[in-house]
């Protein structure tokens, strides 16, 4: 991927989307109530460049919905709006999300036109199952060829997952993952599934015919998947839906929805590591432990609850951290 550059986003809730898939309702996750206009692309892109510096111009992104199954004469209009801005340089390039079943030659063709640099592919899972109790209207099939016609174009992509769906398991999702490996995108977002009130999936949970996922086996599943992409040099570009006024108020009635999702991953996988390097014949020990330069708290867990775990697990008297240079989610045990 290019390194990352701040992003200005622009967000078009349910735009292009052919139908309602059971978990989503953009204008709650996105905090926007209605699909963007020409207008407020340059509106969103002239506040943007005034809090930015211009030696680093920004990214314009495409938020909330299928972009490339709005009308083109629309997609036009909204991308036109952004072009003057990336022919003068002051925006370095355009990225969009959009559904598998959305992509074809001639689309991906007028995108690079207007500077379109990345496009992700909400697929979500590719379980036949999976898709159709969700209700996505594509199948794992279409998600593989837009995968490899996206890449072949020469866009950047990034391929987009979700856990915990109707019908899911962690094995499914596992196997989607590496899916997802085999088809060498430059990133992945791990969407765990947030029952969101007045969606179907809402009612299927409030009638019992769907078990939520919850923030802890979000979070162990994601701990596991985070190593898979990792170990194939995948970047996750986001882990978690973004916290919104909305969703926090009572919007995400059950689910995996927490505001630091990504930091329980995180401390979960230094939590394994810790484990694997402790005993039983640990047990009253003081534990000294070293971590990369400003990982302490990911080590120790949020409010200490990898110190607290291993405490309870191993009986050890005290966890301790010391910072040295080493690579990120890498433990070393330190016998004194």
Not at 215 to 237: Q, T
Not at 248 to 267: I, K, N, R, T
Request: hydrophobic share 40%.
């Amino acid at each position: 991927m290019t390194p990352r550059r701040r992003i200005i986003p622009v967000f078009v809730p349910h735009l292009g989307c052919p139908h309602r898939c059971v978990f989503c309702d953009q204008r709650r996750i996105s905090g926007e109530q209605r699909p963007a206009a020409p207008g407020d692309v340059v509106k969103a892109i002239e506040e943007g460049l005034s809090r930015g510096s211009p030696e680093t111009p920004p990214t314009l992104a495409f938020y909330g919905g299928s972009f490339t199954a709005i009308p083109v004469a629309e997609q036009r209009a909204l991308l036109s709006a952004a072009k003057p801005y990336f022919d003068s340089g002051r925006i370095a390039d355009i990225r969009l999300s959009t559904r598998p079943d959305a992509v074809d030659e001639s689309i991906l063709s007028m995108l690079r036109q207007y500077g379109v640099r990345t496009v992700e592919l909400g697929v979500q899972s590719m379980d036949g199952e999976v898709l159709r109790l969700s209700e996505r209207g594509h199948t794992a099939e279409q998600a593989e060829k837009a995968a490899k016609m996206v890449k072949a174009a020469g866009f950047e992509l990034i391929l987009q997952m979700m856990t915990g769906l109707p019908g899911d398991t962690p094995d499914k999702s596992l196997e989607t993952a590496r899916s997802f490996v085999a088809l060498r995108p430059d990133g992945v977002r791990i969407y765990p599934t947030v029952v969101i009130r007045g969606t179907p999936l809402y009612d299927l949970w409030s009638s019992g015919a769907y078990a939520e996922h919850t923030v802890e086996d979000a979070v162990e599943l994601c701990a596991g998947l985070s190593e898979l992409f990792d170990a194939a040099n995948i970047p996750i570009v986001r882990l978690g839906l973004n916290p919104t006024d909305d969703l926090s108020g009572g919007g995400a009635a059950a689910g995996a929805y927490h505001p630091a999702l990504g930091e329980l991953v995180l401390s979960r996988r230094y939590l394994q590591r810790e484990r694997a390097l402790l005993s039983e014949d640990d047990r009253g020990k003081n534990v000294l432990f070293a971590v990369r330069p400003g990982r302490v708290s990911a080590a120790a867990g949020q409010k200490r609850a990898n110190i607290l775990a291993l405490r309870e697990e191993y009986g050890v008297r005290t966890v301790k951290f010391l910072q040295r240079p080493m690579p990120d989610i890498q433990v070393e045990r330190i016998i004194s």
